[in-house]
Every structure is written in structure tokens, then in C-alpha cells.
């Protein structure tokens, strides 16, 4: 064993690295994003580690070598277990051979998502065990027992940290590599009587489902880390306790005085819930406020529990209005809570006063190609009744004025389906449907042959920037790269879209504003379902060799380029433009716009 100071993505990967996985898949999508590169990085060779297209396909592989004895690790954010949903349904009925751990990183706030659901939820409609981690050291720790678990059940299970777990940093004990378990494995073994789902089988795994969760709430009453910590000097006098989970229940403990009475359940397996537990805890209460982030899962199974077993004890939590509904707790919110909950006050702390931050609303990068790609497709379809449709990406901040370029978005690879329900509703407007080279791969793609099959006309616009931007730079099936940066033939965008049929695809530098409007022009007017694809480079991996400037003696004032395009490398200064040169990266699109020729010198890429 040894000490390493650990962000709690890096702790998880390493733990599945000391349980002995084999095999490492998923799908970029922050907080969960640097359990993957953790084990490409320091993984040994013979354990595969890839970037699946989307979070169904990383399942599926990972239950491919889970049916072959393997030990599978899946990572993805909440929203991405949506798209594995399907695939996990009958795998939770079919079960697994090897140890399956599929994390599941939620973002309460949401910081970085488009929702805030529960996975601990989502584990109880899929009837999959879920183990939810406080701490970065427990987090190490529980993705080994997860595996054992799997193992010995044989049903994948949830690991489900979230933002302040995965974020954190700690000092931890972790095993030094000869430590790590080796697990022999069979491979796969026939057995069409298992492996192939019918209703017959279904049935029968239904009522084993039922029966093992059954099992393992009792089960979980004696796991660790499903706790009671009594409070200390009084102990019992108030009556009254606290449920909580995760962080939450770190936000807890900072809250409770050293000579606290409170007894705390520390639940860390919301599902099955530890129902004998529970009832231990319960007995002897009057009161307990339940504190939980996102869904009130504890607060409701404290309910059953107390109905179940005919316990007078009052459940406060988020159905009572004792615990915010939505969104992050904190330590300063639970504390108000406990407060409030035990009915008492503390010396308010004064704040020290601090200078109000600047506002600084979300932008695209200054450089980035997908303003320049906006602006080609809004100055070509000026004045035609035309719907852009966005996708989750960088180019969602396509939506922010002035370029105002996103009119719908809802969910990876949905643009594309939306400009077709439009279309089909509305055949008077023009439809576009944004979506980036990443984004194509893991859900754009059977959009695009729903679009040319039903005979939509739309154009696609397909943002290329050649990387996973949002969360960090991922390669691609479109970059030729692995995850461990491995060349690889690269699947070409294009090509693709040739294959499903499409007859109208054109490449364009969006950087060449003359050319881009042009081509947009040109492709829009074709019938059906046409492409254009705008590649250029990110341009916080592909750095110009030259930055734009203003001649001031050139400049009129008519702030065109700043109004035009919102980037945050221009502004106005004594009543003309003005580059930021420590923000331009030369993309020369304003020197394209301005109407007097007044900025020169950058170099686009």
C-alpha cells in the first residue's frame, strides 16, 4: 500500500484497477470523464480501455466480456445511462458472469447537465443494486466491494458518486500494482438457455430478481458501510435522528458538535435499502429529517418502513419542505436545516466582505470555427423563414446573442429528429439541424438515415472540429486516434453520410466566410436531406501562428465585428474596435466581416 493524493474519478479508477478489471468503456460526459483516462494512463496494457461511440455501446462491450468472465467497468453521467437504458433493462435480467460495475456519475445543480435526475431511482425501476460513495477513500474502497458483489450475484451494479465525490481531492491508502487482484477468466461459454432473452426466461429471472434484491436488503443491513453512529453525550435524550447519504452526509457530520445527541443512519446502499437496519435505527425515534440530494429516496423508504413495520416515527426530508428539493446542498444548507430541525439557533458568522465578481455569461471561444459556422449559415439564410436546431455540445452556446443560432435543444443527437418533425409539420421552413463530429458519432447517425429514409428535407450541419471539446479533448471514431493515443484508421464523416444515401455533402473551411456562405446557399436550396460538413480545428488544440489587429486610422466605429459576433476578444475602445491580443487567436473572421478592411494580420488555420 501506498499514499496518493487522489481526485475522486482517479480514486475509482484505480480501485477497479486493484479489483483486477479487464475491461474499461464508456462515454465522455462530466464529472465521470476521468475514470476512463485514468485507466488508459496508468492501466496495464492488457486491460482494454476505449471511448465508446455512446453509453449504449459501452455497455454492451462491457457485457460482452462480463458474459466472458471478465471483470467490466462502464462510466458515464447520468443523462448517458438514458441511452444505455435499453440495453441494461434485459442485461439486469439476462445477468453477468464476471464482476460489471457501471458508474454512473450524477451532477445535482446540475453543473454540467441538462438534467438532475437520481440514479439511485433509476436503481430501483432497473432493480439494480446501487452503492453510493461519501468520500474519495470510500469511493476506492467501494468500487472493489461493487465488483465482489457483482461477482458473487451475478447482477451489474451501480456505482453512483456525484460532482463533489468525483471532484474531490484526498489523501488515500491505495494498493501498489502487485497488490491488485488477477482474476482467471473462462471466456464465453455457450448457453443459448441463459445468454438469449425470451419471455420464458424473463419470468424466471424476474422472480430470481425479486428474491436476490429480497436478499440483499438483509444483506446490506450488515455491510459497513451501511452505518448507525450514535450521538455522543446525551446520546438518545432528544429523540430524534438524521438519515443522509453521500456528500450530504459529510455536510452532516461538519454540522454536529462534538458532543452531539443525535443518532445519523449513513445509508451508502440506497437500493436495496437496508430495511433491518432502518428499523433499528427507527425504534426508539420521534423524529428523523432524512438529508439527500436530487430525489427524497431515503425520506421514502424510511416511509415504508415505518408503515411496514407500524412505527410512529415522523419522516421529515424534501416531501416535507425540511430539505430543499432541487438542486446542491451545502454545509451552510444542511446546517440551517439541522437548525431548524432541532429548533435552535446559532451565532450568525459574519461574512467577510468580498468584491462582486464580473458577469461572465457562457461564450463560445474566441476563435472558435463554430461562430464562424453560425454566421455562414445566418447571413445565407437571411431573410427565409428557417429553424436552427441545436445539440449538446460547445455549439450549444450557439444560442447566445448576437448570434442567436439555436432555437431547440434537447438531448444528444435530437436536432436532428426535430428539424424532421418541423419539416414534416411546416414544409415552408427552411431546416437545419447543428450537430458536432463527436455528437455524430454517438447519436447522430441513425437520426440522419431516419431523416433520408422518411424523406425529410433538412440540411445537416455537421460542426467538425476534429475532438470531443466540451469534455476535455476525447478523441473520436473521426480523429484516428484511441483513447491511449493509439493511430487508427479514422472513419470519415462524410463517407458516411454517403453511404446512407445522401448525394449532396460539401466540406468547407467555415473559416473562409465567402466560401462558407456560399456553400450554404448552394446546399440549402437542394431538396431532401443534404450535409455540409465545417471543419476546422479547435482552437484550443491548434494554436495560429498570427493575431488580427485594428488599424485604428481604418476603423469607422460601425462596431459590426463586435455586434456581429460576439467575441470576447473584441471590444470597443474610444469609440472603435478593439482586439484583445492576449484573447485573439487570428481566425481572420472578422477581418472577413469588416466593411472598411480595418483589421488585418491574423492567419487562420
Not at 120 to 128: C, E, H, I, L, Q
Not at 236 to 251: D, F, P, Q, T, W
Not at 358 to 367: E, H, S, T
Request: charged share 20%.
Amino acid at each position: 500500500m501506498h499514499s496518493e493524493f487522489l481526485m475522486g474519478n482517479e480514486a475509482i479508477a484505480l480501485g477497479a484497477l486493484a479489483a483486477g478489471v479487464n475491461l474499461a468503456a464508456g462515454y465522455p460526459g462530466t464529472p465521470s470523464t476521468e475514470i476512463l483516462e485514468t485507466i488508459a494512463k496508468r492501466g496495464a496494457a492488457d486491460v482494454h480501455v476505449e471511448w465508446s461511440i455512446n453509453e449504449k455501446a459501452g455497455l454492451e462491450v462491457a457485457a460482452g466480456a462480463a458474459y466472458s468472465g471478465a471483470r467490466a467497468l462502464v462510466t458515464m453521467k447520468q443523462v448517458g445511462l438514458n441511452v444505455a437504458a435499453d440495453p441494461l433493462m434485459s442485461l439486469e435480467y439476462i445477468g453477468v458472469k464476471g464482476g460489471m460495475v457501471i458508474v454512473v456519475a450524477d451532477d445535482p445543480g446540475p453543473i454540467s447537465s441538462q438534467t438532475e435526475q437520481d440514479t439511485r431511482t433509476f436503481g430501483m425501476f432497473s432493480k439494480v443494486p446501487v452503492f453510493d460513495p461519501s468520500t474519495v477513500a470510500e469511493a476506492y474502497e467501494m468500487v472493489q466491494e461493487a465488483f465482489a458483489f457483482s461477482e458473487k450475484y451475478h447482477t451489474p451494479v451501480f456505482l453512483r458518486p456525484t460532482t463533489r465525490i468525483d471532484h474531490a481531492y484526498e489523501a488515500i491508502e491505495v494498493k501498489d500494482e502487485a497488490e491488485y487482484e488477477q482474476k482467471e477468466r473462462e471466456g464465453f461459454v455457450k448457453d443459448a438457455s441463459k445468454w438469449v432473452i425470451f419471455p420464458k426466461l424473463s419470468v424466471r429471472s424476474h422472480a430470481a430478481i425479486e428474491a436476490r434484491n429480497a436478499e440483499l436488503s438483509k444483506v446490506f443491513s450488515d455491510y459497513p458501510r451501511n452505518k448507525i453512529l450514535s450521538g455522543a453525550g446525551q446520546q438518545g435524550s432528544l429523540r430524534k435522528g438524521i438519515a443522509s447519504h453521500g456528500v450530504s452526509s459529510m455536510y452532516t457530520r461538519d454540522n454536529l458538535a462534538q458532543d452531539n445527541h443525535l443518532p445519523v443512519l449513513h445509508i451508502a446502499t440506497p437500493f436495496p435499502f437496508p430495511e433491518e437496519l432502518a428499523v433499528k435505527f427507527l425504534e426508539g425515534l420521534d423524529e428523523v429529517l432524512c438529508i439527500e440530494e436530487l430525489d427524497p429516496v431515503i425520506e421514502r423508504a424510511l416511509l415504508m418502513v415505518c408503515g411496514k413495520y407500524h412505527l410512529p416515527t415522523i419522516i421529515r426530508g424534501k416531501l416535507t419542505g425540511d430539505i430543499q428539493t432541487v438542486g446542491e446542498n451545502t454545509v451552510e444548507s444542511v446546517g440551517k436545516a439541522i437548525d431548524a430541525f432541532l429548533g435552535q439557533s446559532r451565532p450568525e458568522e459574519k461574512a467577510e466582505a468580498v468584491p462582486p465578481l464580473p458577469v461572465r455569461p457562457p461564450v463560445l471561444c474566441a476563435g472558435c470555427p463554430h461562430r464562424a459556422s453560425f454566421l455562414a449559415v445566418k447571413e445565407a439564410m437571411r431573410g427565409q423563414k428557417t429553424i436552427y436546431c441545436g445539440d449538446i455540445g460547445c455549439y450549444t452556446l450557439g444560442n447566445a446573442a448576437p448570434l442567436d443560432m439555436c432555437d431547440t435543444c434537447l438531448c444528444m443527437g435530437a436536432g436532428i429528429n426535430i428539424a424532421q418533425g418541423v419539416y414534416h409539420m411546416d414544409p415552408q421552413t427552411k431546416c437545419f439541424a447543428f450537430v458536432g463530429d463527436s455528437t455524430f458519432f454517438a447519436a447522430g447517425i441513425t437520426g440522419t438515415v431516419n431523416a433520408f429514409y422518411n424523406q425529410a428535407d433538412m440540411t445537416l450541419v455537421v460542426l467538425d472540429n476534429s475532438t470531443t471539446a466540451m469534455t476535455g479533448h476525447q478523441p473520436h471514431p473521426g480523429t484516428g486516434k484511441t483513447i491511449r493515443g493509439e493511430v487508427v484508421e479514422a472513419v470519415s464523416i462524410e463517407k458516411v453520410l454517403r453511404a446512407i444515401g445522401l448525394s449532396v455533402v460539401e466540406t468547407v473551411n467555415p473559416l473562409d466566410h465567402a466560401e462558407a456562405v456560399a456553400t450554404v446557399k448552394r446546399v440549402a436550396s437542394e431538396p431532401g436531406v443534404k450535409a455540409i460538413i465545417f471543419k476546422s480545428p479547435c482552437v484550443v488544440l491548434a494554436k495560429p501562428a498570427a493575431r488580427s489587429k485594428v488599424e485604428a486610422e481604418k476603423c469607422i466605429g460601425c462596431q459590426k465585428c463586435i455586434r456581429s459576433l460576439g467575441c470576447p476578444a473584441l471590444v470597443l475602445q474610444e469609440g472603435k474596435a478593439f482586439i484583445d491580443e492576449t484573447l485573439c487567436t487570428g481566425c481572420t473572421l472578422c477581418e472577413s466581416i469588416c466593411p472598411v478592411g480595418a483589421i488585418a494580420g491574423g492567419e487562420k488555420l
